[in-house]
């Protein structure tokens, strides 16, 4: 009997050792660097498996031996800049980055694409690419989690590498601890340059024959990049953007954008999203996941051949930090035998953010008047007079030497900014040579603006800021005051009836005005009516009965056309 017991004993000692080595075993192996927030990621394995290559794609046989995403610490790298109890979450980046730094870099997002994108078979022939970020103080949790969106909803085989610039931010950390992770290279800029001639240097050190740029504050969604690079392939000359969903900047929410929309602009040149045209739609309808042409690229976001992009001239190195490389570079692709489209089955996430988190050499403002003027001076011919009507202030802007970008264009053969508005952006209205004025209503320091109203909305006054849009108006031949396809009317002959945006109706009277050019009235064509702001803080402008003597019935037109 003792016998057993001494047997039994010595049993559970010994199984009871066992059990605390294996438990000590399964703890190494997780690491001590290992982020904990990440413990639920794909296994780590010392051995990778092979890759199945894809038919006809041949992968590269050497391997990088630095760490996968999945056991980069994250945690540690987004706590030493993480925002702390009691500070401002948006002083930094401009959006919440306290939300920011709590998402983890692999989270789920909705997939917001058709669902014929869904079930589409891409080909197996696709080039691989280099994906080119730059960023200047980014937020640590926004930039791992672009980077770690790229690599787990792209094919391996086709992401060559992942370049990222970093614009001299503060901290050379932010970049440089990021080199520990597979496919990623860094360079710093010893001084800061802007993002185009980062963009410029990224491109120079990148291997694959395809750049993809992005912004350094996205996630891109599933299968996000097969439809780029296969439009690439069969049309090399092609420059080609994701649709860009919104991730809302104060809870980072991921919300599906309308695939009915094209990139644009006003005189002024700055971009505006706009709905496609009706035939438009009707084409997108009966083929959803087909390439949308689109005259202007929002800028950040959009993949192109390696040999095209240095073809076709890369970028106007002679442009500072931000603003008007999009316009460039949209001119330059469709003047010069390219073409701008917008690929309906890929989505990628961007941060819209209400104000640039960052300063600009001489304010910018100067540095986007700076930049659109050599736009202007090279690319748009004689309708650059536009451009100088709807902002009279870049007139006296200093725009430096464009004698390079004169010899590309010419050199290249490109086409005329005529024939870009008859083929490419026949929905921007050129001024008639004949319209009585163009450009900014103006009252003293205020201009008559729309403040973003559409059909039936109001109008009313504002800061004037020389910058068209909201602020842009024509006195037409045939006596309309002109905001876009809207005119200035009001609904029925009587004195404190609000001034308000209508469809034009040439057969409406109460659509038409005329100038009392020596008292600087707008009257009603048959009423003596005129419009007064008096009210405008209220209720917007209105009609009130004409008075010469009333100041706030006097209007200058910036601009009389000859």
């Known amino acids: 009997m003792r016998r057993n017991v001494r047997f039994l004993a010595g049993f559970g000692v010994f199984w009871i050792v066992c059990v605390?080595?294996?438990?000590?075993?399964?703890?190494?192996?997780?690491?001590?660097?290992?982020?904990?927030?990440?413990?639920?990621?794909?296994?780590?394995q010392k051995t990778p498996k092979a890759q199945v290559e894809p038919p006809g794609v041949k992968i590269p046989t050497t391997r990088d031996e630095r760490?996968?995403?999945?056991?980069?610490?994250?945690?540690?790298?987004?706590?030493?800049?993480?925002?702390?109890?009691?500070?401002?979450?948006?002083?930094k980046n401009k959006f919440n980055q306290a939300a920011s730094d709590n998402i983890k870099s692999n989270r789920n997002v909705p997939d917001t694409r058709n669902?014929?994108?869904?079930?589409?078979?891409?080909?197996?022939?696709?080039?691989?690419?280099?994906?080119?970020i730059t960023f200047h103080n980014e937020a640590r949790s926004t930039l791992i989690r672009t980077i770690v969106s790229v690599l787990i909803r792209s094919p391996e085989h086709l992401i060559k590498?992942?370049?990222?610039?970093?614009?001299?931010?503060?901290?050379?950390?932010?970049?440089?601890?990021?080199?520990?992770?597979?496919?990623?290279?860094?360079?710093?800029?010893?001084?800061?340059e802007g993002l185009i001639r980062s963009r410029v240097k990224g491109a120079a050190a990148a291997t694959a024959p395809v750049l993809t740029f992005l912004d350094s504050h996205c996630e891109c969604n599933q299968d996000w990049l097969q439809?780029?690079?296969e439009r690439i392939k069969e049309n090399r000359r092609a420059v080609v953007s994701p649709i860009i969903d919104v991730i809302n900047m104060d809870n980072f929410a991921y919300i599906g954008a309308s695939s009915d929309l094209k990139g644009g602009f006003d005189w002024n040149l700055v971009f505006k999203w706009q709905y496609l045209s009706s035939k438009e739609r009707a084409k997108r309808r009966a083929k959803p996941t087909a390439?949308?042409?689109?005259p202007m690229i929002a800028g950040g976001l959009f993949s192109i051949e390696k040999k095209w992009f240095e073809e076709v001239g890369k970028y106007d190195m002679m442009m500072d930090v931000w603003g008007g490389e999009n316009l460039e570079i949209s001119f330059r692709v469709w003047q010069c035998h390219g073409s701008l489209e917008i690929i309906p089955c890929s989505r990628v996430g961007h941060v819209f953010r209400k104000q640039h988190p960052y300063t600009f050499p001489g304010g910018s403002g100067t540095v986007f008047a700076r930049n659109t003027r050599r736009v202007a001076?090279?690319?748009?011919?004689?309708?650059?007079?536009?451009?100088?009507?709807?902002?009279?202030?870049?007139?006296?802007?200093?725009?430096?030497?464009?004698?390079?970008?004169?010899?590309?264009?010419?050199?290249?053969?490109?086409?005329?900014?005529?024939?870009?508005?008859?083929?490419?952006?026949?929905?921007?209205?050129v001024p008639d040579k004949s319209d009585l004025a163009f450009g900014?209503?103006?009252?003293?320091?205020?201009?008559?603006?729309?403040?973003?109203?559409?059909?039936?909305?109001?109008?009313?006054?504002?800061?004037?800021?020389?910058?068209?849009?909201?602020?842009?108006?024509?006195?037409?031949?045939?006596?309309?005051?002109?905001?876009?396809?809207?005119?200035?009317?009001?609904?029925?002959?009587?004195?404190?009836?609000?001034?308000k945006l209508k469809l034009c109706n040439p057969t409406d009277n109460l659509q038409k005005w005329k100038q009392i050019n020596d008292a600087g009235l707008l009257q009603s064509w048959d009423h003596n009516l005129c419009i007064d702001s008096k009210d405008s803080k209220k209720t917007g402008l209105t009609v009130e009965n004409c008075s010469a003597n009333s100041e706030s019935q006097i209007w200058e037109f910036t601009l009389d056309l000859p």
């Open 67 to 91: 760490l996968s995403w999945k056991y980069f610490n994250e945690k540690a790298y987004i706590d030493k800049t993480k925002v702390l109890p009691g500070e401002d979450a948006y002083a």
């Open 227 to 229: 439809p780029l690079l």
């Open 115 to 132: 669902p014929q994108c869904q079930n589409k078979n891409w080909r197996s022939d696709l080039d691989p690419t280099s994906v080119i």
């Open 440 to 499: 900014a209503i103006k009252q003293g320091l205020l201009c008559m603006d729309i403040l973003g109203h559409t059909i039936e909305g109001t109008v009313g006054m504002f800061s004037c800021h020389d910058a068209g849009g909201n602020q842009e108006w024509s006195m037409t031949k045939y006596h309309r005051i002109k905001h876009q396809e809207y005119c200035m009317g009001f609904d029925s002959p009587q004195a404190g009836q609000p001034i």
């Open 291 to 294: 390439p949308v042409r689109t």
């Open 377 to 429: 001076e090279v690319w748009m011919d004689d309708y650059k007079q536009f451009y100088f009507r709807a902002v009279p202030s870049a007139k006296g802007v200093y725009y430096g030497n464009i004698r390079e970008r004169v010899e590309l264009r010419k050199r290249l053969k490109c086409k005329s900014f005529k024939w870009y508005l008859h083929s490419v952006y026949p929905e921007l209205k």
């Open 161 to 192: 590498d992942i370049i990222l610039v970093d614009d001299y931010s503060d901290s050379p950390d932010t970049g440089k601890e990021l080199e520990k992770i597979q496919k990623i290279k860094v360079i710093r800029n010893e001084r800061r």
């Open 20 to 44: 605390v080595i294996y438990m000590r075993k399964g703890n190494d192996s997780q690491g001590p660097t290992e982020n904990t927030a990440l413990i639920l990621k794909v296994p780590f």
